[in-house]
Protein backbone atom coordinates (compact mmCIF):
# COMPACT_ATOMS: atom_id res chain seq x y z
CA UNK A 1 0.00 0.00 0.00
CA UNK A 2 1.42 3.20 -1.10
CA UNK A 3 1.04 6.35 1.57
CA UNK A 4 2.40 9.81 1.46
CA UNK A 5 2.65 12.24 3.88
CA UNK A 6 3.77 16.15 4.02
CA UNK A 7 5.09 17.23 6.84
CA UNK A 8 6.96 21.19 7.34
CA UNK A 9 5.86 24.74 8.72
CA UNK A 10 2.48 25.92 8.55
CA UNK A 11 3.87 29.33 9.20
CA UNK A 12 6.22 31.48 6.96
CA UNK A 13 7.20 35.30 6.77
CA UNK A 14 7.55 36.73 3.51
CA UNK A 15 11.35 36.36 2.00
CA UNK A 16 11.96 33.41 3.62
CA UNK A 17 12.60 30.07 2.58
CA UNK A 18 10.16 27.26 2.86
CA UNK A 19 11.39 23.68 3.20
CA UNK A 20 8.51 20.93 2.85
CA UNK A 21 9.52 17.11 3.38
CA UNK A 22 7.34 14.08 1.78
CA UNK A 23 7.72 11.00 3.96
CA UNK A 24 6.63 7.89 1.52
CA UNK A 25 6.37 4.17 2.09
CA UNK A 26 4.69 1.33 -0.18
CA UNK A 27 7.55 1.98 -2.92
CA UNK A 28 11.21 2.41 -3.34
CA UNK A 29 11.41 5.44 -5.92
CA UNK A 30 14.42 3.56 -7.42
CA UNK A 31 12.35 1.17 -9.93
CA UNK A 32 11.60 2.59 -13.61
CA UNK A 33 8.80 4.80 -14.06
CA UNK A 34 7.74 6.02 -10.21
CA UNK A 35 8.43 9.59 -9.34
CA UNK A 36 7.20 11.82 -6.76
CA UNK A 37 5.60 15.06 -7.07
CA UNK A 38 4.69 17.92 -5.61
CA UNK A 39 0.88 20.12 -6.27
CA UNK A 40 -0.08 23.42 -4.19
CA UNK A 41 -3.71 24.62 -4.01
CA UNK A 42 -4.72 28.25 -2.89
CA UNK A 43 -7.35 28.29 -0.93
CA UNK A 44 -10.85 27.84 -2.88
CA UNK A 45 -8.76 28.07 -5.84
CA UNK A 46 -7.00 25.23 -8.75
CA UNK A 47 -4.43 22.83 -8.30
CA UNK A 48 -1.61 23.83 -9.59
CA UNK A 49 1.89 21.54 -10.43
CA UNK A 50 5.02 22.29 -9.07
CA UNK A 51 7.44 19.88 -10.05
CA UNK A 52 8.33 16.24 -10.36
CA UNK A 53 11.76 14.22 -9.50
CA UNK A 54 12.11 10.54 -11.08
CA UNK A 55 13.61 7.47 -10.26
CA UNK A 56 16.59 8.39 -11.94
CA UNK A 57 16.94 11.45 -10.32
CA UNK A 58 15.71 13.52 -13.64
CA UNK A 59 13.43 16.43 -12.67
CA UNK A 60 11.30 18.76 -14.14
CA UNK A 61 9.69 22.40 -12.70
CA UNK A 62 7.09 24.55 -13.20
CA UNK A 63 8.62 27.34 -15.64
CA UNK A 64 7.22 30.14 -13.73
CA UNK A 65 8.56 29.03 -10.31
CA UNK A 66 11.59 27.30 -11.75
CA UNK A 67 13.87 29.97 -10.30
CA UNK A 68 12.69 29.45 -6.34
CA UNK A 69 11.96 25.34 -7.02
CA UNK A 70 14.02 22.79 -5.87
CA UNK A 71 13.47 19.03 -5.33
CA UNK A 72 15.46 16.51 -3.94
CA UNK A 73 15.01 13.06 -3.33
CA UNK A 74 16.81 10.80 -0.10
CA UNK A 75 15.34 6.96 -1.30
CA UNK A 76 16.97 5.67 2.07
CA UNK A 77 15.20 7.75 4.32
CA UNK A 78 12.43 7.53 1.63
CA UNK A 79 11.42 11.25 1.70
CA UNK A 80 11.52 13.91 -1.14
CA UNK A 81 12.17 17.45 -0.52
CA UNK A 82 11.06 20.72 -1.69
CA UNK A 83 12.39 23.92 -1.31
CA UNK A 84 10.84 27.51 -2.53
CA UNK A 85 12.87 30.33 -1.68
CA UNK A 86 11.58 33.96 -1.58
CA UNK A 87 7.81 33.07 0.47
CA UNK A 88 5.00 35.55 -0.42
CA UNK A 89 1.99 35.61 0.56
CA UNK A 90 0.36 34.68 -2.81
CA UNK A 91 2.50 31.08 -1.41
CA UNK A 92 -0.52 30.73 1.23
CA UNK A 93 -1.66 27.14 -0.19
CA UNK A 94 -1.94 23.58 1.17
CA UNK A 95 0.93 21.75 -0.77
CA UNK A 96 0.57 18.34 -1.75
CA UNK A 97 2.85 15.13 -2.92
CA UNK A 98 1.96 12.57 -4.74
CA UNK A 99 3.23 9.28 -5.98
CA UNK A 100 3.69 9.54 -9.96
CA UNK A 101 3.36 6.69 -12.49
CA UNK A 102 6.39 7.33 -15.60
CA UNK A 103 4.50 5.57 -18.00
CA UNK A 104 5.97 7.29 -21.11
CA UNK A 105 8.93 9.46 -19.91
CA UNK A 106 8.51 12.28 -18.99
CA UNK A 107 4.77 12.19 -19.25
CA UNK A 108 2.98 10.98 -15.86
CA UNK A 109 -0.24 11.08 -13.85
CA UNK A 110 -0.18 11.03 -9.65
CA UNK A 111 -2.33 7.82 -8.40
CA UNK A 112 -1.58 8.34 -4.93
CA UNK A 113 -1.73 11.69 -3.19
CA UNK A 114 -0.98 12.46 0.45
CA UNK A 115 -3.39 14.51 2.81
CA UNK A 116 -1.67 17.94 2.36
CA UNK A 117 0.17 20.14 4.20
CA UNK A 118 -1.41 23.77 4.93
CA UNK A 119 1.35 26.95 4.52
CA UNK A 120 0.40 30.50 5.39
CA UNK A 121 2.92 33.28 4.52
CA UNK A 122 2.23 36.13 6.84
CA UNK A 123 4.62 38.83 9.03
CA UNK B 1 -5.50 31.54 -16.40
CA UNK B 2 -4.93 27.58 -16.63
CA UNK B 3 -3.14 26.21 -19.45
CA UNK B 4 -5.98 23.36 -20.08
CA UNK B 5 -9.47 25.04 -19.86
CA UNK B 6 -12.56 23.32 -18.09
CA UNK B 7 -15.94 24.54 -17.55
CA UNK B 8 -16.08 26.19 -14.25
CA UNK B 9 -19.43 24.25 -12.84
CA UNK B 10 -21.65 21.02 -14.54
CA UNK B 11 -24.75 20.17 -12.93
CA UNK B 12 -27.37 17.48 -13.42
CA UNK B 13 -30.22 15.67 -11.40
CA UNK B 14 -29.37 11.85 -9.56
CA UNK B 15 -29.14 9.33 -12.40
CA UNK B 16 -28.63 11.91 -15.21
CA UNK B 17 -25.23 11.71 -17.35
CA UNK B 18 -22.95 14.82 -17.44
CA UNK B 19 -19.81 15.30 -19.35
CA UNK B 20 -16.37 17.86 -18.34
CA UNK B 21 -14.76 18.94 -21.64
CA UNK B 22 -10.81 19.75 -20.69
CA UNK B 23 -9.22 21.64 -23.89
CA UNK B 24 -5.28 22.32 -24.72
CA UNK B 25 -3.28 22.76 -27.58
CA UNK B 26 -0.70 21.69 -29.71
CA UNK B 27 1.93 21.61 -27.02
CA UNK B 28 0.20 19.18 -24.83
CA UNK B 29 -2.97 17.08 -25.55
CA UNK B 30 -2.85 18.11 -29.23
CA UNK B 31 0.72 16.73 -29.16
CA UNK B 32 -0.88 13.61 -28.26
CA UNK B 33 -0.07 13.44 -24.69
CA UNK B 34 -2.14 11.42 -22.27
CA UNK B 35 -4.97 13.40 -20.24
CA UNK B 36 -6.21 12.21 -16.95
CA UNK B 37 -8.75 12.78 -14.22
CA UNK B 38 -8.53 13.76 -10.46
CA UNK B 39 -11.85 14.37 -8.03
CA UNK B 40 -11.53 15.94 -5.02
CA UNK B 41 -14.29 15.82 -3.07
CA UNK B 42 -14.30 18.95 0.00
CA UNK B 43 -11.81 19.29 2.31
CA UNK B 44 -9.86 15.80 0.61
CA UNK B 45 -7.24 15.71 -1.18
CA UNK B 46 -7.58 14.84 -5.20
CA UNK B 47 -8.03 10.88 -6.05
CA UNK B 48 -7.09 10.06 -9.64
CA UNK B 49 -10.47 8.89 -11.53
CA UNK B 50 -9.24 8.07 -14.95
CA UNK B 51 -5.52 7.91 -16.44
CA UNK B 52 -4.41 7.81 -19.66
CA UNK B 53 -7.86 9.08 -21.45
CA UNK B 54 -9.20 6.26 -20.65
CA UNK B 55 -8.62 3.84 -18.09
CA UNK B 56 -9.89 3.70 -14.50
CA UNK B 57 -7.87 2.32 -11.84
CA UNK B 58 -8.64 -0.09 -9.65
CA UNK B 59 -12.30 0.67 -7.52
CA UNK B 60 -13.28 3.35 -9.60
CA UNK B 61 -16.44 3.23 -10.77
CA UNK B 62 -17.65 2.49 -14.20
CA UNK B 63 -20.12 5.23 -14.32
CA UNK B 64 -17.01 7.14 -14.83
CA UNK B 65 -15.59 7.21 -18.65
CA UNK B 66 -12.89 9.31 -20.39
CA UNK B 67 -12.18 9.89 -23.88
CA UNK B 68 -9.86 12.13 -26.03
CA UNK B 69 -9.64 13.76 -29.82
CA UNK B 70 -7.64 16.24 -31.43
CA UNK B 71 -6.76 19.10 -28.60
CA UNK B 72 -9.55 18.00 -26.07
CA UNK B 73 -10.78 15.32 -23.88
CA UNK B 74 -13.57 14.41 -21.67
CA UNK B 75 -14.72 12.98 -18.31
CA UNK B 76 -18.43 11.51 -18.38
CA UNK B 77 -20.14 10.28 -15.45
CA UNK B 78 -23.37 8.62 -15.92
CA UNK B 79 -25.90 7.44 -13.57
CA UNK B 80 -24.72 10.76 -11.24
CA UNK B 81 -25.15 9.85 -7.59
CA UNK B 82 -24.95 12.86 -4.39
CA UNK B 83 -21.74 11.16 -3.86
CA UNK B 84 -20.19 12.52 -7.33
CA UNK B 85 -20.47 16.39 -6.27
CA UNK B 86 -16.76 17.47 -6.31
CA UNK B 87 -14.60 19.35 -8.39
CA UNK B 88 -13.01 17.87 -11.04
CA UNK B 89 -8.94 18.85 -12.53
CA UNK B 90 -8.09 17.27 -15.96
CA UNK B 91 -3.70 17.01 -16.37
CA UNK B 92 -2.03 16.32 -19.25
CA UNK B 93 1.82 17.15 -20.33
CA UNK B 94 2.54 19.90 -22.13
CA UNK B 95 6.20 20.15 -24.10
CA UNK B 96 6.94 23.67 -22.38
CA UNK B 97 5.09 23.56 -19.12
CA UNK B 98 5.39 19.99 -17.83
CA UNK B 99 2.72 19.18 -15.63
CA UNK B 100 -0.21 20.86 -16.23
CA UNK B 101 -3.90 21.11 -14.56
CA UNK B 102 -6.91 22.53 -16.01
CA UNK B 103 -8.98 24.96 -13.94
CA UNK B 104 -11.09 22.64 -12.25
CA UNK B 105 -15.02 22.21 -13.13
CA UNK B 106 -17.42 21.75 -9.90
CA UNK B 107 -19.93 19.36 -10.24
CA UNK B 108 -23.49 19.48 -8.64
CA UNK B 109 -25.78 17.01 -7.93
CA UNK B 110 -29.38 19.05 -8.23
Known amino acids: QVTLKESGPTLVKPTQSLTLTCTFSGFSLTSSGEGVAWIRQPPGKALEWLTV???????RYSPSLRSRLTITKDTAKKQVVLTMTNMDPLDTATYYCAHTVVFWHPQFYMDSWGQGTPVTVSS | QSVLTQPPSVSGAPGQSITISCTGD?????????VHWYQQLPGTAPKLVIYRNINRPSGVPDRFSGSQAGISASLAITGLRPEDEADYYC??????????FGGGTKVTVL
Open chain 2, 91 to 100: QSYDRSLSGV
Open chain 2, 26 to 34: RSNIGAGND
Open chain 1, 53 to 59: IYWDGDD
